[in-house]
């Protein structure tokens, strides 16, 4: 939350009066940017790979606010690089892979598995809604370009676990939407 559409999302949520939890790295800009926002906003440094880290965010949610009604992710790292690189004689960094992978899709999981356990004790509003879970794709997923291949693998997996993820949550009154802007 504190740079890009993280950033963007936050700042918006915050002049329409709502409250929320920044939650990125302890590196990030996301204090400053939580004190810039004032008390309706609160910064909760956190590696989405980690359930601990995303459990202490979500505790912060709670304490502060008394609730959670939103978890927008836009956690997304990218590298450009060629699956074989033939003028290199360099092949794609299985690691690096694995990394793109596990942030943008493992850790966008970690966070919604652990936000739809907190939005399941509120108390539904008049349409039975609790909550709700917005993740960003990319245009990447249907288009990866060449040198995305993680990108867009991860973005995919975005998108392919966005159905049944809503179909697990909607009987606990929380929807699901992914947007893949681009």
Same mark, same amino acid.
């Given at each position: 939350?504190?740079?890009?559409?993280?950033?963007?999302?936050?700042?918006?949520?915050?002049?329409?009066?709502?409250?929320? @939890?920044? /939650?990125?790295?302890?590196?990030?800009?996301?204090?400053?940017? $939580? &004190?810039?926002?004032?008390?309706?906003?609160?910064? =909760?440094?956190?590696?989405?790979?980690?359930?601990?880290?995303?459990?202490?965010?979500?505790?912060?949610?709670?304490?502060?606010f008394g609730?959670?009604?939103?978890?927008?992710?836009?956690?997304?790292?990218?590298?450009?690089?060629?699956?074989?690189?033939?003028?290199?004689?360099?092949?794609?960094?299985?690691?690096?892979?694995?990394?793109?992978?596990? @942030?943008? /899709?493992?850790?966008?999981?970690?966070?919604?598995?652990?936000? $739809? &356990?907190?939005?399941?004790?509120?108390?539904?509003? =008049?349409?039975?809604?609790?909550?709700?879970?917005?993740?960003?794709?990319?245009?990447?997923?249907?288009?990866?370009?060449?040198?995305?291949?993680?990108y867009s693998?991860?973005?995919?997996?975005?998108?392919?676990?966005?159905?049944?993820?809503?179909?697990?949550?909607?009987?606990?009154?929380?929807?699901?939407?992914?947007?893949?802007?681009?």
């Amino acid at each position: 939350g504190g740079s890009g559409l993280g950033r963007a999302t936050v700042e918006r949520l915050v002049q329409r009066e709502a409250r929320g @939890v920044l /939650l990125d790295l302890p590196t990030s800009n996301g204090g400053q940017l $939580a &004190q810039e926002l004032g008390d309706h906003c609160a910064f =909760a440094a956190a590696d989405v790979t980690s359930p601990k880290e995303v459990g202490a965010a979500l505790a912060v949610a709670q304490k502060q606010f008394g609730r959670l009604d939103l978890a927008v992710n836009c956690a997304g790292i990218g590298i450009a690089v060629k699956t074989y690189n033939s003028k290199k004689d360099k092949v794609h960094d299985l690691e690096d892979f694995q990394r793109v992978i596990n @942030v943008n /899709l493992v850790g966008t999981f970690n966070v919604i598995r652990l936000s $739809a &356990q907190l939005m399941s004790q509120n108390k539904p509003d =008049a349409d039975g809604h609790r909550g709700l879970v917005v993740n960003t794709a990319s245009v990447a997923a249907f288009e990866g370009q060449v040198g995305q291949a993680a990108y867009s693998a991860s973005k995919g997996g975005i998108v392919g676990m966005t159905l049944p993820i809503a179909r697990d949550l909607a009987p606990l009154g929380i929807r699901g939407v992914t947007i893949a802007p681009g």
